[in-house]
């Protein structure tokens, strides 16, 4: 299991909110971590509805465990192609919707994956 330390970012001006690594402790939170795959070890009949924000690319590896997860929904961000790698080699069909641009994420759009 994991510690990871976070910090939660908001203004009133956007209402966005952002989660960074920080070393600042009035706003430290440690938070308990799992692997995708302890997560999904007891599971059969798997679909996973995800918007992680970039991170994708650092849960959907080509160490993932995938054998139990039969249709995937996600937003994916930069760096398109070594996730369909991942997905197309674990067995997975994958339909894209049209990319597009945001001047803060970059390039993304969302990815519809099934056995």
């Given at each position: 299991m994991l510690a990871v330390n976070l910090t939660y970012l908001g203004t009133a001006q956007t209402n966005f909110s952002v989660i960074k690594q920080t070393k600042n402790t009035r706003y430290r939170k440690n938070i308990k971590c799992i692997t995708l795959n302890d997560a999904l070890k007891s599971l059969?009949?798997?679909a996973i509805k995800c918007d992680c924000e970039g991170a994708e690319h650092k849960i959907f590896t080509k160490d993932a465990d995938l054998s139990n997860v039969y249709v995937i929904e996600m937003e994916y961000h930069t760096g398109l192609q070594?996730?369909?790698?991942v997905l197309k080699n674990k067995g997975f069909k994958v339909k894209l919707s049209k990319q597009y641009y945001d001047k803060?994420?970059?390039?993304?759009?969302y990815l519809y994956a099934w056995k």
């Open positions: 059969k009949n798997v070594k996730l369909l790698t803060y994420a970059g390039y993304m759009g």
